[in-house]
T-cell receptor, first 114, second 112 residues
């Protein structure tokens, strides 16, 4: 079955870049997503990348996709205290036939040191 | 507008109670989803509705009963729940054919 793996914790200093990594096993993954969840809150869509792309940039966020290695990363430039949250990598293998659910990684808890 | 709303925000219920969770979106999305998230775990898919019809049921116990009365609303009816059903219940919506799902803030459920 589908599997998405992430490291559980990442600690960075305020102002540095954060890089959160994710690996997935489903070679038919069509879309790959990054969601942010703050304590007690729902999931906020940060960005997504289609499987035929290898990079996407959106302001402080850069997503890199290595489809050969099934590796996805999220880089947050100039990390701020407000970036402290759990970041979930998720994938879908939507093939055009209808709606499908997302498979999530366990989430990476980003800790910001002052 | 990418807002999905959920009510109530918090719910405490006994094992013999019947309650309902509600979800609403006005983005014109025709796919809606229920996920369950236990503490310190990722969300797990429960149900998918596509064009108001149930298309995926991830072997969820019958004490959870989903309903999609129209394209903007999604309900989850709860009956005879167990304490282990305590969790954050998240609703999401998307276009059918575009899997970018937008999530609501969730309903935090406690079953006593």
């Amino acid at each position: 079955g589908e599997d998405v793996e992430q490291s559980l914790f990442l600690s960075v200093r305020e102002g540095d870049s954060s890089v959160i990594n994710c690996t997935y096993t489903d070679s038919s993954s069509t879309y790959l997503y990054w969601y942010k969840q703050e304590p007690g809150a729902g999931l906020q869509l940060l960005t997504y990348i289609f499987s035929n792309m290898d990079m996407k940039q959106d302001q402080r966020l850069t997503v890199l996709l290595n489809k050969k290695d099934k590796h996805l990363s999220l880089r947050i430039a100039d990390t701020q205290t407000g970036d402290s949250a759990i970041y979930f990598c998720a994938e879908s293998d939507y093939s055009g036939g209808g709606a499908d659910g997302l498979t999530f990684g366990k989430g990476t808890h980003l800790i910001i040191q002052p | 507008d990418t807002e999905v709303t959920q009510t109530p925000k918090h719910l405490v219920m006994g094992m013999t109670n019947k309650k309902s969770l509600k979800c609403e979106q006005h983005m014109g999305h025709r796919a809606m989803y229920w996920y369950k998230q236990k503490a310190k775990k990722p969300p797990e898919l429960m149900f998918v509705y596509s064009y108001e019809k149930l298309s995926i049921n991830e072997s969820v116990p019958s004490r959870f009963s989903p309903e999609c009365p129209n394209s903007s609303l999604l309900n989850l009816h709860l009956h005879a729940l167990q304490p282990e059903d305590s969790a954050l219940y998240l609703c999401a919506s998307s276009q059918v054919g575009q899997e970018t799902q937008y999530f609501g803030p969730g309903t935090r459920l406690l079953v006593l």
